[in-house]
């Protein structure tokens, strides 16, 4: 060994039997298993992965539960590692790319799509299952490959919410000043939220 010679780091390698196995699908840090989730809500993915290298990288796609292979698919879903993690490894002095999940992480945030962009409206009660993969290049040191594979257990998106604006009312005056009403209701499905900011407001004239 040579005086002065940095620590040389030897990654952990790919065992010959990787496996994972998807733990909680649920609506925000520390919360437990749901049913239903929220469309535009942030959720937490967790796992569990061994015989994987530290480099091992985390992917997922939404797909149905009623259906196996072609066509199950509905959607490619980004994932991104929790700030708690990021923290961790800094504290570590253990550089990173912040964009990318690795499986050694154990958890990651993803944004709730709309289940009405994905299917038509007949279908927004199917049941959904998030396929957690992972991948690594440690194993033929170029081409990412797949190691390992697991579905989450089913559960349902809520499509979003939106403002529906019903038709006016007869004014309450002949002449003179009046009123005159009309309903502004929530309903699903619909791009967008209902939030007090967005619903429709007045005065109407």
Do not use: K, Y
């Not at 002065?4 to 909680?24: D, F, H, K, M, Y």
């Not at 009623?66 to 929790?82: R, T």
């Not at 998106?157 to 009046?178: I, K, Q, R």
């Amino acid at each position: 060994m040579r005086l002065g010679a940095g620590p040389i780091v030897v990654p952990a390698q790919t065992s010959a039997n990787p496996s994972l196995r998807v733990t909680t699908v649920a609506r925000g840090a520390g919360a437990g298993s749901t049913v239903q989730l929220e469309a535009h809500t942030t959720a937490t993915l967790a796992w569990n992965a061994s015989g994987v290298s530290w480099a091992a990288v985390v992917s997922a796609t939404l797909e149905r539960a009623d259906a196996g292979g072609e066509g199950a698919i509905l959607a490619h879903v980004p994932l991104s590692p929790l700030q708690s993690v990021l923290d961790a490894d800094v504290d570590q002095g253990i550089a990173r790319a912040e964009a990318v999940v690795l499986a050694r992480d154990r958890r990651a945030a993803w944004v709730v799509p709309d289940i009405a962009t994905l299917l038509p409206g007949s279908q927004l009660d199917t049941a959904v299952v998030l396929r957690l993969a992972v991948t690594d290049a440690a194993v033929t040191g170029s081409a990412r490959i797949s190691l390992a594979t697991s579905l989450s257990e089913p559960f349902q998106l809520l499509p979003a919410f939106e403002w529906a604006t019903g038709a006016w009312g007869v004014c309450s005056a002949e002449c003179g000043a009046g009123t005159r009403q009309r309903t502004v209701t929530c309903v699903r499905p619909a791009s967008g939220t209902c939030s007090l900011s967005t619903r429709v407001q007045g005065p109407f004239f």
